[in-house]
């Protein structure tokens, strides 16, 4: 393989015939260019060039390189303005693998920040829950992976992935409006012991049941689903309460429906996560930067 910059010394001589005149023209030496071109020459393993009195002509080699030169240095140039581009986030692709939950709350605000500041940087989302989301980041499926754990269990964190905390969500219980309890502020899970339940994910309904569990009850599932618009509408249709996380009630779509903090407190953990490499990508370190910044202005609603 040739080095590109001696394409470029070999189109400057082609183009001004000599190897003297293409060393002005470059601000080389004439012996620097006259190097330059041996060294090509060595790496094609043919002569381009033969003496003819005190000028040189092109070989058939010659004359076939010229014929591609100008599209490999087109070919450079505009590799070297997108990666240009990319280096200072006028172009760029972000791929973020995130919860239901994170995806209707963190990502529009996050990218509604990036298209003001940095219309040329795309983001392309896709949905997943944990652990598949985190295995999504450390096989290089995504760039950016936003996963949640709750208290006690286990992380299940690829050790080549880096950790950027986002916030502690706090779990809430959906009532019906006209539910007895849905005047209070907060509502203890021990007095909703005899309620019919929907459950969520599998990493949610693990947490809920273990929380019933340390408050001396086994719920009574009437169904699950991991569809946070079907959890709601089925609470406003009465076939059950559940338990949800926080960042579920900003989209809440049901008038009938209302949340209240669940007590004793539980947060889930709500983190970022990329590869250690990934994290010197100027377009994915922009990313991680913005969600940082949503996730502290939702701590501070």
């Not at 929380?211 to 609470?235: H, K, R, W, Y």
Request: glycine letters at 6%.
């Amino acid at each position: 393989m040739f080095d590109s910059r001696y394409i470029r010394t070999f189109h400057e001589v082609v183009r001004t015939g000599s190897y003297s005149a293409a060393a002005r023209t470059l601000g080389y030496t004439q012996p620097a260019v006259s190097q330059q071109m041996k060294a090509l020459e060595r790496d094609l393993g043919t002569p381009l060039f033969t003496r003819v009195g005190r000028g040189i002509r092109l070989t058939e080699a010659g004359e076939a390189l010229t014929r591609h030169t100008e599209v490999i240095l087109d070919s450079l140039t505009a590799a070297q303005q997108q990666i240009d581009a990319i280096a200072r986030l006028r172009a760029g692709r972000v791929r973020v693998c995130a919860f239901p939950s994170a995806g209707a709350t963190l990502i529009p605000e996050a990218m509604a920040m990036l298209a003001a500041e940095h219309p040329g940087i795309r983001v392309e989302l896709t949905e997943s829950e944990p652990p598949e989301s985190l295995r999504l980041v450390a096989e290089g499926a995504c760039d950016i992976s936003l996963a949640f754990s709750y208290p006690g269990q286990s992380a299940e964190i690829p050790g080549e992935l880096s950790e950027v905390r986002l916030l502690e969500d706090p779990l809430t219980v959906l009532l019906p409006t006209g539910h007895p309890l849905a005047r209070r502020r907060s509502v203890r899970l021990a007095d909703l012991a005899h309620e019919r339940w929907i459950a969520g994910c599998l990493r949610c309904r693990a947490n809920f049941l273990h929380a019933c569990a340390e408050e001396g009850f086994t719920p009574d599932i009437a169904c699950t689903t991991d569809d946070n618009l079907v959890m709601q509408s089925l609470v406003a249709a009465g076939v059950g309460i559940a338990m949800v996380p926080q960042l579920v009630l900003s989209f809440l779509c049901h008038q009938k429906v209302t949340g209240r903090i669940v007590e004793p407190h539980t947060r889930r953990r709500v983190h970022a996560y990329a590869l250690r490499d990934h994290l010197r990508i100027p377009a994915t370190a922009l990313v991680l930067d913005r969600l940082v910044a949503v996730a502290e202005r939702k701590i501070g609603c």
